[in-house]
């Protein structure tokens, strides 16, 4: 089974603060992917990884950036975090191969900040 | 970016056949549909895709009018287990490309016994 892990389900930060969110998943997969998830605005994509060192933006990336130095690994990047960024994370990955859209998620990370 | 518009709830009984409506009037000529499911504290997990007409799995239905504009995931004879949140999601991943991915808000599909 496809194992995407985040480092942290639950966090707490002060405002200014630099956050770091870290996926690694375990099955060589080219793609991954970072979301945002707020109660009735559903997922929104904020980048979008296609391989290592490649980057995309996706719907939101304002106030975020991400890295990609080995495969299975992607995080994402709050330089200065602010309220607004209160919110679960959730990281997926995909294997380029696939015959679909499919993703595979994470358990997610719900980050407040104060 | 295809929009996509789901009912907010939906409630049914035990052992009833569930349809719940995706509408996505731009989706693009490239564009795969595709369903997930949330149940709470965990990531979505993918149910199905497809492009057109009906596809079927052991899990769910999908049907897909000729004109796209709209889908519909069926799920057989729910039970409560199938309490979750059903995302609807159009888009396709292409390497290289901004090409969007669009989740619907979600539609909470509460199963009643």
């Known amino acids: 089974d496809v194992k995407v892990t985040q480092s942290s389900r639950y966090l707490v930060k002060r405002t200014g603060e630099k956050v770091f969110l870290e996926c690694v998943q375990d099955?060589?997969?080219?793609?991954m992917f970072w979301y945002r998830q707020d109660p009735g605005l559903g997922l929104r994509l904020i980048y979008f990884?296609?391989?290592?060192?490649?980057?995309e933006k996706g719907d939101i990336p304002e106030g975020y950036s991400v890295s990609r130095e080995k495969k299975e690994r992607f995080s994402l990047i709050l330089e200065s975090a602010s309220t607004n960024q209160t919110s679960m994370y959730l990281c997926?990955?995909?294997?380029?191969?696939?015959?679909?859209?499919?993703?595979?998620f994470g358990p997610g990370t719900r980050l407040t900040v104060l | 970016l295809a929009k996509t518009t789901q009912p907010i709830s939906m409630d049914s009984y035990e052992g009833q056949e569930v349809n719940i409506t995706c509408s996505h009037n731009?989706?693009?000529?490239?564009?795969?549909i595709t369903w997930y499911q949330q149940f709470p504290s965990q990531g979505p997990r993918f149910i199905i895709q497809?492009?057109?007409t009906k596809v079927t799995n052991e899990v769910a239905s999908l049907f897909i009018p000729a004109d796209r504009k709209s889908s519909t995931l069926s799920l057989p004879r729910v039970s409560l287990s199938d309490t979750a949140v059903y995302y609807c999601?159009?888009?396709?991943?292409?390497?290289?490309?901004?090409?969007?991915?669009?989740f619907g808000s979600g539609t909470q599909l509460t199963v009643l016994p």
């Open positions: 997926a990955s995909r294997t380029r191969t696939s015959a679909n859209n499919e993703q595979f």
């Open positions: 497809g492009y057109k």
């Open positions: 999601l159009v888009g396709v991943i292409l390497s290289g490309s901004a090409r969007q991915l669009t």
């Open positions: 990884s296609y391989d290592v060192k490649m980057k």
């Open positions: 099955m060589d997969h080219e793609n």
């Open positions: 731009n989706i693009a000529t490239n564009d795969y």
